[in-house]
């Protein structure tokens, strides 16, 4: 049997914008539903963040959402197994309230909510299923996990050590020793594609932040008979960077790809005004939905650290701890406290 494995989906960012759910759907009306028919998939794994807002719901995002993901699963018969994530959750410390519950629930037969661990079994593989772990069930989870009868462990999960982003570990999360006994564990949550030891953070399956910018995304197409899993790349990209030089061939730049899309122009040497004001118009003409300018005095234009817009603060979340650490010396309590707090919103900017 073959089972395709999405995470962190996220409907509904960037404050709802409708130009990047059309880059959502852009992936699942292309790629995925494309894909899994030809291959004869019915069963899917979404391993957290269906929803990206915790609080509500914009309308018109559930709309699309519902015409255009739910009911096509619905009419094509593919049963989906999802996790909640801590973007699904009303409650940071529970998982009882949930936006895939209340939005969903059982108004779709085919979609599975899961808020509490389960051995899922699909072909010949079991299947523990986790869902976020918090405050309320990290004792009950922790010990069912210590014991369940499962070679592949699926979760949200915020490990310590693993990566936000390229280069940038996660630091304060739980301690990854849980997986040690298991073949393989799959987690959404990180959005940066990944694998260590027996983790491996899937990553979402298109562009969501500059960070995003050489990183291959698509999903995963796992054979329970052969053990294998096969990588689907989505070739759509909206977040896009120039290194402009006065030497550069502005003629052979593709500018339709622009369009709709989130431009920057690295400026390395502008002492052609006219040239670097052409270009713009061109690019302008095109009607992205965003274009900033940054001088960079790098040798090397297409570099991560050069373009990638968190890298820039490498590694903020050190940085805050350390003036933490500096700060409340004398109140360990306060320190522990102020950290979680900084460590929330920190990931909270990177949508995970």
Known sequence: ??????????????????????????????????????????????????????????????????????????????????????????????NEVNSPKELFGDKYPNFHIYTDPVILGLGNKNFALVPWINKENQDDILDWIKTVDAPILCGHFELDGYQVMRNVKHTGGQDPKFCDRFDKVWSGHFHQKHEENNVCYFGTAYQMTFSDLFEKKGFHIYDTDTDEIEFVENPHRIFFAIPYRDNIDIDAIDYKQYKKSYVKVFVHEKKDPAKFDRMLERIYDQAPESVTFLENEANDPVDDAAIDEEALSTDTLTIINQHVDEAFRDDPDECKRLKEVFKDLFLESFDL
């Open 1 to 94: 049997m073959k089972i395709a494995i999405i995470t962190d989906t996220h409907f509904g960012a960037k404050g709802d914008s409708q130009i990047f759910l059309e880059h959502t759907f852009k992936f699942f009306e292309d790629v995925f539903f494309p894909t899994i028919k030809e291959q004869g998939i019915t069963n899917v794994l979404h391993l957290g963040d269906l929803m990206d807002r915790r609080k509500y719901v914009n309308f018109h995002t559930l709309h699309q959402m519902r015409t255009r993901f739910m009911d096509r699963l619905l009419a094509e018969k593919v049963n989906v197994h999802c996790i909640v994530g801590n973007h699904d959750t009303y409650f940071k410390n529970t």
